[in-house]
């Protein structure tokens, strides 16, 4: 929708905006509600004045949503920092490993992964493939071997070979699948036992096409493993991601990096206003 | 569920209903506003509820259901029967060619579960009709997606037909399929990669496959999970590729999977199987009452 004269319709479509962009409904009509008092008290009334307002107060209330958590990855300077990949299936977490680990190899550091998803066919390959590409290396045992053991043997030679920066890929999972969730947490305990600051980050991964089942996936993975920062992947097709705004709201967490693509220069870490300007990019232009 | 079921939101919405005997407009439209927060929150698309509640409005207006003793169930009844009706057939059987082999495509947006539910399907044909399947490895970019294939393929003794990655996936299909000719294959299955409905490049891919192979079946694997967007990308792959048929994969999550009723009403072509797991038989037709019961929490 194109709007000239700021009237109700022109709050409906952004409603609609909103719903679109997998927000939720709930959220949709607190933010248009917010959104619409704000547009009165800076009496803003050609599009342009609008479009500034409309984007400024909702990266307003994204930050004010976030309890002054940060949003860079936590590394510590001197030492090992660990960040491990949880989420549901497909979403992009070995991607997002490959990625990433790139990007801390570039800057310098001795980068190691550990082939945690043991269960997946083809998942070791698959990280092996990235390893390979970024000129990381890679701790890996057989396909089926307990996932725990090869995080226990990655940290090992993590601390004994002085790396900087661990990352564990881990199987998807269903949220509402217990066992599997357990073995989440005991991966997290082996970590945890051998260095009790670690895991340093636990990140998240949400796919942007899904639409609501993203706030059970935050509430009970958030749950089982303390889960520090959203990566929102594939975020270059046409969903949105708007589930994000619901859970930083119910959750408090912030997204840390947005996936763009299948390339390993195709991530970007997340900004806000970018972000706000993206979900009404057709009802403001 | 963190979602409440429309039963209990019809039930809440018409308890100041109940002994007022007639219904006023006012009390329609807080039911009809109930249905749609409940459909909106299944994720179905928005564009789809308007259309469908506007349906829903006519018939409970038409059919005094408000009078009776237990409104809420009675409309909760009409919405379940439409519901149904609107999401199709059940049991829609796998087409299938006169003569051998029969050619099923995979195709779908990147993760939806592709070439898992290409070795499931695999395994079901194996198992309920004795075939000898051959699994075509189309997928040359995602990393791995080949050995992805060939482990599934060894996990259910279902050959695999592979050419590596320096390779055109039309050029590896083609080869597929005369290997399949000559072994006397009754299906082919071909896998391919991910992609976005948006990516011309690749879509045009898919049609290039499409005209060489003829496939009598092809298959949109969609995640049960998806949000508004099922909509534009049923519709991508659809006008690209007139698919005939969808897979809802990863239903065992807790997810309602509105998507399915988006599906079903932009691109009107049947949900074939729903995938359950993701062991090999974790694989079931499609039962339209079961997934409305499910989009309305029941
Ligand atoms: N378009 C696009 N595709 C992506 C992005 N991130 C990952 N993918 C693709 O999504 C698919 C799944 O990615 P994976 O990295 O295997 O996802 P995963 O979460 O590790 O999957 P499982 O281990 O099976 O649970 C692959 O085809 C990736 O190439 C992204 O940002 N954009
Ligand atoms: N829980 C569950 N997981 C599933 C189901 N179907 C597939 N998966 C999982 O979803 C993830 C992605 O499945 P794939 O078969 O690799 O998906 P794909 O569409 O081939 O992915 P790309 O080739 O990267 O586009 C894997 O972790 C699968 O095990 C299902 O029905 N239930
Ligand atoms: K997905
Ligand atoms: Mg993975
Ligand atoms: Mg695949």
């Given amino acids: ?285 | 569920m963190a979602f409440e079921g429309l039963t209990e939101r019809l039930q809440k919405a018409m308890r100041s209903l109940r002994g007022k005997g007639k219904v006023s407009e006012s009390d329609l439209r807080e039911t009809m506003r109930e249905i749609r927060l409940a459909l909106l929150e299944a994720d179905v698309n928005f564009t789809v509820v308007r259309k469908f509640v506007k349906n829903i409005r006519e018939r409970a207006k038409g059919a005094d259901v408000l009078e009776g003793l237990n409104p809420a169930q009675q409309i909760v009844k009409i919405v379940n029967e439409e519901l149904t009706k609107t999401m199709g057939e059940t049991d829609v059987p796998l087409n299938k060619s006169e003569k051998i082999p029969t050619i099923i495509m995979m195709a779908g947006l990147q993760g939806a579960g592709k070439t898992t539910t290409a070795g499931k399907l695999a395994l079901k044909l194996k198992k309920e009709e004795n075939a000898r399947p051959l699994m075509i490895a189309a997928d040359i970019y995602r990393p791995a997606a080949i050995d992805q294939l060939e482990q599934v393929g060894k996990q259910i003794e279902v050959p695999v037909f592979q050419m590596g990655t320096d390779i055109e996936p039309l050029d590896i299909v083609k080869a597929g399929l005369a290997q399949a000719k000559e072994n006397h294959n009754d299906y082919v299955l071909i896998d391919t990669a991910g992609r976005l409905q948006i990516d011309e490049k690749l879509m045009d891919e898919l049609k290039d496959i499409k005209a060489y192979a003829k496939p009598d079946e092809i298959l949109l694997v969609v995640d049960a999970m998806t949000g508004q967007n099922a909509v534009e990308t049923a519709e991508g792959f659809n006008d690209a590729l007139d698919i005939t048929g969808v897979v809802l994969t990863k239903l065992d999550g807790d997810t309602r999977g509105g998507a399915a009723l988006s599906i079903r009403d932009v691109t009107n072509k049947p949900i074939k199987f729903v995938g359950q797991g993701e062991k090999m038989t974790a694989l079931d037709v499609f039962h339209p009452d079961r997934m409305a019961s499910r989009i309305l929490g029941m």
């Fill in chain 1, 1 to 285: 929708a194109n709007f000239r004269s700021v009237d109700e319709d022109f709050f409906e479509d952004l409603e609609d905006t909103l719903i679109e962009s997998d927000v939720g409904f709930d959220m949709a009509v607190k933010l248009t509600d917010e959104l619409r008092d704000e547009v009165k008290l800076q009496n803003a009334k050609d599009s342009e004045a609008v479009k500034n307002v409309i984007v400024k107060k909702m990266i307003d209330i994204y930050d004010e949503a976030g309890n002054g958590e940060n949003n860079n990855i936590n590394l510590v300077n001197d030492g090992l920092s660990v960040i491990m990949f949880v989420g549901v299936n497909g979403v992009g977490k070995t991607t997002t490993i490959g990625k990433m680990a790139k990007l801390y190899k570039n800057q310098g550091k001795k980068v190691l992964l550990a082939a945690a998803d043991t269960f997946r066919a083809g998942a070791i390959q698959q990280l092996n493939v990235w390893a390979q590409r970024d000129g990381v290396d890679i701790v890996k045992k057989e396909e089926g071997s307990d996932p725990a053991a090869v995080v226990y043997e990655a940290v090992q030679k993590a601390q004994k070979d002085n790396y900087d920066v661990l990352f564990v890929d881990t199987a998807g999972r269903l949220q509402n699948k217990v066992n599997l969730m357990n073995e989440l947490a005991k991966m997290k305990k082996v970590l945890t036992r051998e260095i009790p600051e670690a895991p340093h980050e636990v990140l998240l991964t949400l796919d942007a096409t899904t639409g609501q089942n993203a706030l059970n996936q935050a509430k009970l993975f958030k749950e089982v493993t303390n889960v520090t920062g959203i990566v929102l992947t594939k975020l270059d097709g046409t969903a949105k991601g708007g589930i994000i705004l619901a859970i930083r709201n119910e959750l408090h967490l912030p997204v840390k990096y947005v996936g763009l693509g299948e390339k390993v220069t195709d991530l970007s870490k997340f900004n806000p206003s970018e972000y706000v300007y993206g979900l009404f990019k057709d009802l403001v232009n």
